[in-house]
């Protein structure tokens, strides 16, 4: 089973300011690699797959980078509807298996 | 508008059983892989299971090997999963997932997600 591991567990940042956020593979998935935002009591929301590939209705400030073991999702100027739980995701093996999130709190 | 609406949650004793549903619309249903996940109470994200566009193929974790059994109705664009021997541990919220890719659903994200149905298994 590929482990998937986000860092940091919890990020607290500033409306405007730059949001980097972490994930690593145990091994490599390629660019098989998807990001989604998870907001309180709701179901999570496909954000980025294929690592940079930005799905429909999220703005260009987000930005997913990386291949193989690597990868980072950027939020260029963070808003308030920003603020949630993000979970990385590897689709190259079975199990899928998801990082343990990192939350994106404001600061 | 793809449209993906969980069932069949609730409280499920241990040892006992539970059969969800997922109902979908928005889509040519019978063309994609469809999964479930799991999220248990203040955790994470966990991948249940999954079933090819057909139904002929089907992957499960390890979590639910041997217990839970994936299943889909393409006449009535529904997708279920039978639960047996309901432990604690598989209380959680069970969300419906679409795979994106179509053909190409083996290297594909999940790409719609339902609003989730909660299990609790307690006695």
């Known amino acids: 089973e590929i482990v998937m591991t986000q860092s940091p567990a919890t990020l607290s940042v500033s409306p405007g300011e730059r949001a980097t956020l972490s994930c690593r593979a145990s091994q490599s998935v390629s660019s098989n690699l998807a990001w989604y935002q998870q907001k309180p009591g709701q179901a999570p929301r496909l954000l980025i797959y294929?690592?940079?590939t930005r799905a429909t209705g999220f703005p260009a400030r987000f930005s997913g980078s990386g291949s193989g073991t690597e990868f980072t999702l950027t939020i260029s100027s963070l808003q308030s509807e920003d603020f949630a739980i993000y979970y990385c995701?590897?689709?190259?093996?079975?199990?899928?298996?998801f990082g343990q999130g990192t939350k994106v709190e404001i600061k | 508008e793809v449209q993906l609406l969980e069932s069949g949650g609730g409280l499920g004793q241990p040892g006992g059983s539970l059969r969800l549903s997922c109902a979908a619309s928005?889509?040519?249903?019978?063309?994609?892989?469809m999964s479930w996940v799991r999220q248990a109470p203040g955790k994470g994200l966990e991948w249940v299971s999954v079933i090819s566009g057909s139904g002929d193929s089907t992957y499960y974790a390890d979590s639910g090997k041997g217990r839970f059994t994936i299943s889909r109705d393409n006449s009535k664009n529904t997708l279920d999963l039978q639960m047996n021997s309901l432990r604690a541990e598989d209380t959680a919220v069970y969300y419906c997932a679409k795979i994106g890719g179509g053909s190409s659903w083996i290297s594909s994200p999940f790409d719609y997600w339902g609003q989730g149905t909660l299990v609790t298994v307690s006695s």
């Open positions: 294929y690592a940079s």
């Open positions: 995701q590897q689709y190259n093996n079975w199990p899928r298996t």
């Open positions: 928005g889509f040519i249903f019978s063309t994609y892989a």
